[in-house]
């Protein structure tokens, strides 16, 4: 089975810049989520996807960041403007069901972004 | 209020040794899951346990074993054996069941440093 697939890997941007980041869940997934990784710090949440619908995305900062899940697969989160404060790993994680207590979030790679 | 609680930031083992690293969380919802992830340096996420919180016994996955002590809402993982590969950053995480959003929340992770 194919994990889930995330680009670019790395990406320097300078701040104000615009920048976005795609994400291919397991096929068959239904649920994909986005976190932010801050250096020496654990993931949080940034959106839940049901299919193509949000589930949460409390924890977005919707001034700047946006995300879509179009058919209710592919994923991509934008950003824009970047501010030196969202220099962080985007990680993109994807689950058959939400609701199962032991659903078990599989992880993409990550896409690392650095804003100067 | 920070749900997930790891008071470790790093930890320090021999090879062969068996290490605990500590987790403690704070929920009101008597339906949740634990789970620990590692993430190497290569930065992706990889599932290693999981414990319901219904579960009468802890919960083991070859050399990981999770020490479930409900009363005292901890939920501390033992490697046992240690190997150089185990080196990595370990997160304990939560996912209360009867939320709307069943993402994971994250602690901000204890450094396992493995040595021969």
Same mark, same amino acid.
């Given at each position: 089975e194919a994990g889930v697939a995330q680009s670019p890997r790395y990406k320097i941007i300078e701040k104000r810049q615009s920048v976005a980041f795609w994400c291919n869940p397991i096929s068959g997934h239904a649920t994909l989520y986005w976190y932010q990784q801050i250096l020496g710090q654990g993931p949080k949440l940034l959106i839940q996807f049901q299919n193509n619908g949000?589930?949460?995305?409390?924890?977005?900062?919707?001034?700047?960041?946006?995300?879509?899940?179009?058919?209710g697969v592919d994923s991509t989160l934008k950003i824009q403007p970047?501010?030196?404060?969202?220099?962080?790993?985007?990680?993109?994680?994807?689950?058959?069901?939400?609701?199962?207590?032991?659903?078990?979030?599989?992880?993409?790679?990550?896409?690392?972004?650095?804003?100067l | 209020a920070q749900k997930i609680t790891q008071t470790q930031p790093?930890?320090?083992?021999? &090879?062969?040794?068996?290490?605990?690293?500590?987790?403690? *969380? #704070?929920?009101?919802?008597?339906?949740? +899951?634990?789970?620990?992830?590692?993430?190497?340096?290569?930065? &992706?996420?990889?599932?290693?346990?999981?414990?319901?919180? *219904? #579960?009468?016994?802890?919960?083991?996955? +070859?050399r990981y074993s999770l020490n479930f002590q409900k009363a005292r809402k901890s939920a501390n993982l033992v490697i046992s054996a240690s190997q150089l590969g185990d080196s990595a950053m370990y997160f304990?995480?939560?996912?209360?069941?009867?939320?709307?959003?069943?993402?994971?929340?994250?602690g901000k992770g204890t450094t396992l440093s493995v040595s021969s």
């Open positions: 949000v589930v949460d995305d409390s924890q977005l900062p919707k001034d700047r960041f946006s995300a879509e899940r179009l058919k970047a501010k030196l404060e969202d220099s962080a790993v985007y990680l993109c994680a994807s689950s058959l069901l939400p609701s199962s207590g032991a659903n078990v979030l599989t992880f993409g790679a990550g896409s690392r972004l650095t804003v | 790093g930890m320090f083992v021999q &090879e062969k040794e068996a290490v605990t690293l500590d987790c403690t *969380y #704070d929920t009101s919802d008597p339906s949740y +899951g634990l789970f620990w992830y590692k993430q190497p340096s290569s930065g &992706e996420m990889i599932f290693l346990i999981y414990q319901g919180s *219904y #579960d009468q016994q802890n919960a083991t996955e +070859g304990c995480a939560m996912r209360e069941v009867n939320q709307a959003g069943t993402a994971l929340i994250f």
